[in-house]
C-alpha cells in the first residue's frame, strides 16, 4: 500500500507560526480524519499536501523516500486529488463535460468532439465509484450539492495517461449536503477505500468522524496532539485533543423554565412547498425543526421571516405581522441565516456595517446613522458573543467561519429580539466557536427569548431544543419533547412514512 | 510596502504628476489662477462622478450619463428658443434627468435587465431624443440667454492677488455643492448605508430588512439627475447646447470612480476619492493642454494612468489579500 508521511512540519506566515510541528501519515486502504479548531493549522497543513506552500521546516516522505511538494503538479504527480468546500464546477455544462475538464475529450481528430465516447468515459468513472443513478448527461446545474461532490470524485478516476490518484482529501465535504446526500457520499468512500485508495477526510462534524474513519490526527495551535486508531478514537477524547480543555459536555443546560403567553404563532402558514404550519413558541423555549432535504427546512425561516412571499399568519406578542423582512426584523424577529457569506454577510465591508444594518432604524436620527450609537452597540454585542476581531472595523472576509458566524450572532441580539430564527447555526464552525454559541443561545432563553432553529445536525438539535417539530414533504408532522429522543430516533422520525 | 502602494500609489501618482508639470511649466501651472481654472474645467466631469458613484456605491453602473447630459442640455435649450425663463426651462430638464434616470432604475431593479445592457440601451435612446430635439442642430447665439451663459463666466470673488481679482467660479462652487450633498447622504445618512450594504451583498441586505428594489431604482434617479445638472453646467459654459457635447463624459466619469476606489480603504467607490480621480484627469489634462501634447497622446497617456492605477491596486489586492 502507498504511504505518505508529514513529520515536524513548521510553517510561519510574517508574524504568526501556523504549522509548528504538525504531521500526518495517509496510507491506501484507510479513511483518515483531520481534526482541529479553527486556526488549528488543518487548511495550512493542506495547502503544503497540495503544493501551494512550501513548509520551513520538516519531513515528507513517499514510500519511506523524501520528496518535495513544490507545486499542485507536483502534489498531483503523487497521486494526491483535492476536493474543495467549493466545488470548481461549471453549471451550465453536463456532467460528462465536467467530468472531462482536466481531462482531454475524446475527438475524432479536429477537435470534433466523440459525444458518445465522452459519455461512455464518464459512466464508466461514475460506476466505477459504485455511483449509478446519476445519467452524464444532465445538466450540472440541476445536481444537488451532494451529486456534484460525488461527480467530481468520478472525475478523478477517468482513464488517462497520466498518474491514476491514490489519496484523496476531502475538506469539509457534508458541510453543505443533506443527510441522504452524505450516506451516499460515504459508501462512495467506502468503495475506494476497499479499492485501497487512501482518503484524508476534513470535518467539524463529530458523528461522522467517529463512524467513518479509520485513523484520526487532531492538530492543535500547529501542533500534532494526537493521532487516534479508529478503538481508541471517542468524541469526549477529540474534543479534548482539540481544545485542550475538557468538555463535560457541549450542550450547557437549559437554565430557565420556559412558560406564559406565546411569542411566536403560526397559523395556516402556506409558502412554496411549505403547507399547513402551525405551532405556537412559548417565552424561553427552543423548538427545533428536523427533517430531510426537500422537507421544506430550508424555506420555513425564509417564509417566517417574509423574505419568500406566504400566506397565513405569523403573530408575534398576539400581533400579525406584515409580509417583509423590514416588517420580521422590527417586530423582534431576528434571523440567522443558513448561508452566512451569500445571505448574511457583507464581506468587504466592516463587519459593524452587517451587525447595524437591520438595526438602522433605531441608530439613526432624522435619517442620519448615529456612529457613536453603532460603535457602542457593536463592542457591547461583541463581547456577549466573544467575536474575536482586531477592531469593528475590520472586514469579515478576514474571519474565521466561526467568528462570521458570531457577527451574525451579534446582529440578531441587537434588538433585542423576541424571537431568534436561527438556520443551521453552527454549520462549518469550530468546537470552541460552536459551545460560544450554545452559550449565547441559553443566555438568551434565560431572558425569555424564544428560538426557532432549524439544523441537520441531530446531537445539536436534541441537545439544544425543548421540542422538537418535525418536516415532512412540506408539513410538521409531529412536535414531541425533545428530552429522551435518541439521534436514531429522530432520524427514524424524519424517514417515516406519513400516515395517511 | 506593497500594501503601501496600494493605498497611496494613487495619490502618489498624483503628488508626482502636479512636480513634473510644475517642473515643466515653472511660470504656469502652480499659479491659483491656474488651479482655478482647473477646478472650472472640471466642474463637469466632477458632478458626473459623484452621481456616478451613487449607482456604483450598489454595485451598478450608468452608461447614459453622457447622453443624458446632451439631451438636458438641448431640453433646456429648446425651451429658452420657446422662450420659457430660465429657472423653468432649468426645472424641466432637471425633471428629464430625474424621469431618464428613473427609467434606467425600473429597467434594472425592477425589471432585471442587467445594467450595461439596460443602460447601453437608453444611452442611445436619450442621444436619440437629443437629435430629434435639436433637429440635430447646435443651438446657441441669441437663442441662449445671456443670464444663463453669464452663470459659467461669473463667481465667488476671494479678494485679490495683486492687481487682479481672484473669482471662484461658480461651477467650482455649484460643483462642490453637489459633491458635498452627496457626501452627507451617501456617509452620514441612512439611505446611503443601505445603498453601501445593497453593494456589499444584495441577498443579505434583502434579508435584513433593506428595501433593495426600491432604493437601486432611488440610486438611479439620482445620477440621472447628477448627469443632467452636469449636462446644464456645460451649457451655460459654451452658451450653446449640442446633442453630442456630453459624450466623453460618461467614460471619464467611470475612469474617475475606478481611479478612486483604488485609493479607498476596501476598494470601495466612495465621493471624496471619485473627486480625487477627476481631479487626476483634469490635471493631467491641463498640463498636457499646456505642454502642447496632442490630443490623441493625450488620450494614451490618460488610459495608461487609468490602467496603471487600477494594476498596481489589484496587484496590492491580491498581494495582501490572502495571508
Known amino acids: 500500500m502507498p504511504q505518505l508521511a508529514l513529520h515536524g512540519v513548521v510553517k510561519t506566515y510574517g508574524q504568526t507560526r501556523a504549522l509548528d510541528g504538525a504531521g500526518l501519515e495517509l496510507r491506501g486502504g484507510e479513511i483518515h480524519a483531520l481534526m482541529g479548531e479553527n486556526g488549528a493549522g488543518k487548511s495550512t497543513l493542506i495547502r503544503i499536501l497540495a503544493g501551494l506552500e512550501m513548509p520551513d521546516a520538516g519531513q515528507i516522505t513517499f514510500n519511506g523516500a523524501p520528496v518535495a511538494l513544490t507545486s499542485p503538479a507536483a502534489a498531483e504527480g503523487l497521486g494526491l486529488r483535492f476536493l474543495h468546500q467549493e466545488l470548481q464546477i461549471v453549471p451550465a455544462l453536463s456532467v460528462a463535460e465536467n467530468m472531462h475538464l482536466a481531462h482531454p475529450y475524446p475527438t475524432f481528430g479536429l477537435g470534433i468532439v466523440r459525444w458518445d465516447a465522452l459519455r461512455a468515459a464518464s459512466l464508466a468513472a461514475l460506476t466505477r465509484l459504485g455511483v449509478t443513478h446519476i445519467d452524464p448527461k444532465t445538466r450540472m446545474a440541476d445536481l444537488g450539492p451532494g451529486d456534484q461532490m460525488l461527480t467530481r470524485i468520478a472525475a478523478t478516476m477517468i482513464d488517462t495517461q497520466g498518474s491514476l490518484p491514490w489519496a484523496y482529501v476531502l475538506d469539509e465535504p457534508t458541510a453543505a449536503l443533506t443527510g441522504a446526500e452524505a ?60 481544545t485542550g480543555r475538557d468538555f463535560a459536555t457541549l450542550y450547557p443546560p437549559a437554565s430557565g423554565e420556559e412558560g406564559g403567553a406565546p411569542l411566536l404563532e403560526v397559523r395556516g402558514v402556506q409558502a412554496g412547498i411549505l403547507h399547513d404550519m402551525d405551532f405556537t413558541l412559548k417565552a424561553g423555549e427552543v423548538l427545533g425543526i428536523a427533517g430531510l432535504s426537500g422537507s421544506g427546512r430550508n424555506h420555513l425561516l425564509r417564509a417566517l421571516m417574509g423574505a419568500v412571499p406566504r400566506q397565513g399568519q405569523v403573530l408575534v406578542k398576539g400581533q400579525g405581522i406584515g409580509q417583509s423582512p423590514a416588517a420580521a426584523w422590527a417586530a423582534g424577529l431576528a434571523y440567522v441565516p443558513r448561508e452566512r457569506r451569500a445571505e448574511g454577510l457583507m464581506l468587504h465591508q466592516p463587519l459593524a456595517d452587517t451587525v447595524a444594518l437591520p438595526h438602522i432604524p433605531a441608530l439613526s436620527t432624522a435619517g442620519f446613522v448615529r456612529r457613536s450609537w453603532i460603535t457602542r452597540l457593536v463592542a457591547r454585542l461583541a463581547q456577549a458573543v466573544r467575536l474575536k476581531a482586531q477592531s469593528q472595523a475590520q472586514v469579515a472576509a478576514e474571519l474565521s467561519g466561526g467568528n462570521q458566524q458570531k457577527v451574525l450572532f451579534a446582529r440578531a441580539l441587537a434588538g433585542p429580539p423576541v424571537v431568534l430564527l436561527l438556520d443551521e447555526p453552527t454549520r462549518g464552525v469550530d468546537v470552541g466557536a460552536k459551545f460560544d454559541i450554545y452559550a449565547t443561545i441559553r443566555g438568551l432563553t434565560a431572558q425569555g427569548v424564544g428560538v426557532v432553529m432549524v439544523s441537520s445536525d441531530l446531537p445539536e438539535l436534541i441537545g439544544l431544543s425543548d421540542r422538537i417539530g418535525i418536516l415532512q414533504g412540506g408539513r410538521l408532522t409531529q412536535i414531541l419533547p425533545a428530552e429522551g429522543l435518541t439521534e436514531g430516533a429522530l432520524l427514524a422520525l424524519c424517514y417515516e412514512k406519513e400516515v395517511v | 510596502m506593497v500594501r503601501f502602494l ?212 432611488t440610486a438611479y434617479g439620482f445620477t440621472g439627475v447628477g448627469a443632467a445638472v452636469a449636462g446644464l453646467m456645460y451649457a451655460s459654459r459654451v452658451a450653446s447646447a449640442n446633442p453630442t457635447q456630453g459624450e466623453g463624459l460618461m467614460l471619464n466619469a467611470i475612469a474617475a470612480v475606478f481611479l478612486g476606489m483604488t485609493v479607498t480603504r476596501h476598494g470601495q467607490p466612495r465621493v471624496v476619492a471619485s473627486v480625487l480621480g477627476v481631479l487626476v484627469l483634469g490635471i493631467m489634462d491641463n498640463g498636457l493642454t499646456q505642454l502642447q501634447v496632442d490630443s490623441y497622446v493625450r488620450e494614451v497617456l490618460v488610459g495608461l494612468i487609468i490602467l496603471l492605477a487600477v494594476s498596481i491596486s489589484a496587484l496590492g489586492r491580491r498581494a495582501t489579500g490572502r495571508r
Open chain 1, 183 to 242: 450516506e451516499r457520499l460515504f459508501a462512495a468512500l467506502h468503495t475506494l477505500r476497499a479499492a485501497g485508495q487512501a482518503i484524508l477526510y476534513v470535518s467539524h462534524r463529530m458523528d461522522e468522524v467517529l463512524a467513518l474513519s479509520d485513523r484520526v490526527t487532531v492538530l492543535r495551535d500547529g501542533r500534532l496532539v494526537s493521532t487516534l486508531m479508529r478503538d481508541q478514537v471517542s468524541r469526549d477524547q477529540i474534543i479534548q485533543d482539540m
Open chain 2, 6 to 217: 496600494r493605498h497611496y500609489g494613487t495619490l502618489m501618482g498624483m503628488v508626482a504628476i502636479v512636480l513634473v508639470f510644475w517642473a515643466l511649466l515653472p511660470d504656469t501651472f502652480m499659479t491659483a489662477r491656474n488651479w482655478l481654472n482647473i477646478t472650472q474645467q472640471v466642474s463637469m466631469l466632477t458632478v458626473a462622478a459623484v452621481a456616478m458613484t451613487v449607482v456604483m456605491v450598489v454595485g451598478d453602473f450608468d452608461l447614459s450619463v453622457g447622453s443624458m447630459a446632451s439631451l438636458s442640455g438641448i431640453v433646456a435649450a429648446v425651451l429658452f428658443t420657446l422662450g420659457w425663463p430660465v429657472p423653468l426651462a432649468v426645472g424641466a430638464a432637471l425633471v428629464v434627468g430625474l424621469a431618464g434616470g428613473l427609467v434606467n432604475g425600473v429597467l434594472v431593479s425592477v425589471i432585471g435587465i442587467l445594467p450595461f445592457v439596460a443602460t447601453l440601451a437608453t444611452l442611445t435612446m436619450y442621444s436619440g431624443a437629443a437629435f430629434i430635439l435639436s433637429g440635430g442642430k447646435t443651438i446657441f447665439g441669441r437663442d441662449i440667454p445671456q443670464s444663463f451663459a453669464d452663470f459659467a463666466k461669473s463667481g465667488l470673488p476671494l479678494g485679490s492677488l495683486g492687481d487682479k481679482p481672484v473669482i471662484l467660479p461658480w461651477l467650482t462652487v455649484l460643483a462642490l455643492a453637489i459633491t458635498g450633498v452627496v457626501f452627507v447622504v451617501l456617509e452620514l445618512s441612512t439611505y446611503g448605508r443601505r445603498l453601501y450594504a445593497i453593494g456589499g451583498n444584495a441577498e443579505a441586505a434583502r434579508l435584513a430588512g433593506v428595501r433593495v428594489t426600491w432604493l437601486r431604482l
